[in-house]
């Protein structure tokens, strides 16, 4: 079992940046491969990034390539997602994931075990 708390949200300007940060509890943390995904009102939920167990590996949705960033330190428990030149189109719920299928990287919602409650991200035009 692993328990996800999302922090960092908030409301910005466009343009700006924030650093979301997500601790997970329990030993097991660097067993997983660590997603973000966002929900906008009215979509469905939606891949942001994914870093694998080890923080060898990023990918990131086309949508936020060049502009956010995944990273992890497995001592602290925690991941983050740098997000950077942020526009009104961001503003979601940000949610982190635990996926312990760690032998293949994820991008779909069903493929992930665990997850957090969410933290909102408002980008002001």
């Known amino acids: 079992q692993v328990q996800l708390v999302e922090s960092g949200g908030g409301l910005v300007q466009a343009g700006g940046s924030l650093r979301l940060s997500c601790a997970a509890s329990?030993?097991?943390?660097?067993?997983?491969?660590m997603g973000w995904f966002r929900q906008a009102p009215g979509k469905e939920r939606e891949f942001v990034a994914v870093?694998?167990?080890?923080?060898?590996?990023?990918y990131y949705a086309d949508s936020v390539k060049g502009r956010f960033s995944i990273s992890r330190v497995n001592a602290k428990n925690t991941v983050y997602l740098q997000m950077n030149s942020l526009k009104p189109e961001d503003t979601a719920v940000y949610y982190c994931?635990?996926?312990?299928?760690?032998?293949?990287?994820?991008?779909?919602?069903?493929?992930?075990?665990?997850w957090g409650q969410g933290t909102q991200v408002t980008v002001s035009s």
């Open positions: 870093i694998t167990w080890s923080g060898g590996r990023t």
């Open positions: 329990g030993r097991t943390f660097s067993r997983y491969n």
């Open positions: 994931a635990a996926d312990s299928s760690v032998s293949l990287v994820h991008s779909r919602v069903y493929e992930y075990d665990y």
